[in-house]
């Protein structure tokens, strides 16, 4: 069975950083393409971050020079490391396998509050 | 950046009725597109991919169509788990695969 668990979400001052897991089981990380989508408060989705399977990576403007996308394939573990946080980065983050995502995990919230 | 719109914002809609949703690309997608349904504290939900395939265990009352830049997302007779948002997302060529900003079908 395909399962995604996030973690490493909480509360960060505003110019901090955290680094987001997600452990994958049932499949293999670097056989997909993974990505993070971001959900603030009340708002809709928005796409972050992908890591193909050849290991390209892509980030929107909104996170470009400030977040990191990353697997370990020995853990089957995809990553997202935040620096530079400001407020409006506050969502609930979801890691999702594949283009059209058929698989996404529950989520972890990541606050960013002074 | 292609740009996802998605209409209308809302829709009213009593059990047992259809509705019609709508997403619109600001430029050509082919057919890599999706839609999803995400219900309060949950994780989105991939109902199509590639405009008109059913996911796995999608009941048939859902049904997508289009390609290029005009998309429908039809839902046949809602039922009461149906009440939700419903979001389409491309994924063509290169990122970013951005979404619309959904659709939410509430109980009339």
């Known amino acids: 069975e395909v399962q995604l668990v996030e973690s490493g979400g909480g509360l960060v001052q505003p110019g901090g950083s955290l680094r987001l897991s997600c452990a994958a089981s049932?499949?293999?990380?670097?056989?997909?393409?993974m990505n993070w989508v971001r959900q603030a408060p009340g708002k809709g989705l928005e796409w972050v971050s992908i890591?193909?399977?050849?290991?390209?990576?892509y980030y929107a403007d909104s996170v470009k020079g400030r977040f990191t996308i990353s697997r370990d394939i020995s853990k089957n573990t995809l990553y997202l490391q935040m620096n530079s946080l400001i407020p409006e980065d506050t969502a609930v983050y979801y890691c999702a396998r594949d283009g059209a995502a058929g698989h996404w995990g529950q989520g972890t919230l990541v606050t960013v509050s002074s | 950046e292609i740009v996802m719109t998605q209409s209308p914002a809302t829709l009213s809609v009593s059990p047992g009725e259809g509705a019609t949703l709508s997403c619109r690309a600001s430029q050509s997608v082919s057919s890599n597109l999706a839609w999803y349904q995400q219900k309060p504290g949950q994780p989105p939900r991939l109902l199509i991919y590639?405009?008109?395939t059913r996911a796995t265990g999608i009941p048939a009352r859902f049904s997508g169509s289009g390609s290029g830049t005009d998309f429908t997302l039809t839902i046949s007779s809602l039922q009461s788990e149906d009440f939700a948002v419903y979001y389409c997302?491309?994924?063509?060529?290169?990122?970013?695969?951005?979404f619309g900003q959904g659709t939410k079908v509430e109980i009339k």
């Open positions: 890591i193909y399977s050849g290991g390209s990576t």
């Open positions: 590639g405009a008109s």
């Open positions: 997302q491309h994924y063509n060529n290169w990122p970013p695969w951005t």
């Open positions: 049932g499949f293999v990380v670097s056989g997909h393409h």
